[in-house]
């Protein structure tokens, strides 16, 4: 308890990244649950490491172009940054939308190529730049732990519009991912709201990169809409249990890395992994309890 009232303090040296950590919890869920719906689980690993390589990208150009300006600063080059993850994450994933809606090759194969080749071309953008050691590869990581004002307030504003989008027009949006044909009946614009959806996922992403890297990006893109799935009945309880599974990991995560001084991102994906894999075994138990036949190991 005395933790909890410390961490939650105002004049806590951590708040930032204890705030931004939350944020991303409970909004990263919020797109998340139309990847599930979509069966696109692979675009949350895709997307957060082609976002990664923009960051790569962007923090690279003005050194191509022999352009270092003497008042560089960290704020800067996090919103340098932040416009390369923003162009790349946008621009893939409506290339492959597109590719999608045009039913060209297995949507698995182009996912799994992106992936690779965007973290083949990170490395190699890093590996040659001769800056990269000098913070970027901890901007790339995600150190929540250094968030400032500034970095916290673009974080809240981009998840508020991205969370305002998705609740003006959420029944919209909602049709199309779960009944195509139907929405096709009523006359809804199927790409027009694809567009927007896709926009609201790569802008999550391009945030959430930059806060706390690709892989916490991808925990809690898709591990809290997976956990509950299975439990709940209606989309608005499938939405609403996954941002609020998102959002307690991500504090509770981090409480326990204050205390026992472990990295945040890591704790909080493992916490989510513990919380996936009781689930998976609760949702077994209660499925052989309500079997008439009881439930027998498989062989």
């Not at 998840?159 to 305002?164: F, R």
């Not at 890395?257 to 472990?262: C, G, I, P, Q, R």
């Given at each position: 308890m005395e933790t909890l009232r410390h961490?939650?303090?105002?004049?806590?040296?951590?708040?930032?990244?204890?705030?931004?950590?939350v944020l991303i919890g409970f909004a990263c869920p919020l797109v998340g649950v139309f990847l599930v719906l979509r069966r696109l689980v692979f675009m949350g690993v895709a997307l957060p490491q082609i976002s990664s390589t923009g960051v790569a990208v962007a923090l690279s150009l003005p050194l191509w172009l022999g352009v270092l300006p003497a008042d560089h600063t960290p704020h800067a080059e996090h919103l340098l940054a932040f416009a390369g993850s923003l162009v790349f994450s946008l621009s893939s994933i409506l290339v492959l939308a597109v590719m999608e809606w045009r039913g060209r090759g297995l949507p698995e194969g182009r996912l799994g190529t992106a992936y690779v080749v965007a973290a083949a071309l990170g490395i190699l953008l890093l590996s040659k730049n001769p800056h990269a050691e000098a913070g970027w590869l901890d901007l790339l990581k995600g150190e929540i732990i250094t968030i400032d004002d500034l970095d916290l307030g673009m974080t809240a504003?981009?998840?508020?519009?991205?969370?305002?989008?998705?609740?003006?027009?959420?029944?919209?949006?909602?049709?199309?991912?779960?009944?195509?044909?139907?929405?096709?009946?009523l006359g809804r614009n199927i790409i027009l709201w694809d567009v927007v959806l896709y926009l609201l996922i790569g802008l999550t992403v391009s945030m959430s990169v930059l806060s706390v890297g690709p892989l916490i990006t991808f925990a809690f893109l898709v591990i809290p809409p997976l956990t509950t799935h299975a439990f709940a009945r209606n989309m608005r309880q499938f939405t609403l249990f996954a941002s609020l599974l998102g959002g307690m990991t991500a504090f509770s995560g981090f409480c326990?890395?204050?205390?026992?001084?472990?990295p945040v991102g890591p704790t909080e994906v493992v916490l989510l992994g513990l919380v996936y894999a009781a689930a998976f075994l609760l949702k077994t138990f209660l499925g052989c309890f309500r079997s008439s036949h009881g439930c027998r190991p498989k062989s």
């Open positions: 961490v939650l303090s105002p004049d806590f040296l951590l708040r930032n990244s204890l705030y931004t950590s504003v981009t998840l508020a519009i991205v969370i305002g989008v998705l609740g003006l027009f959420h029944k919209e949006i909602l049709l199309v991912s779960f009944d195509r044909a139907m929405a096709v009946t326990l890395a204050y205390v026992y001084d472990l």
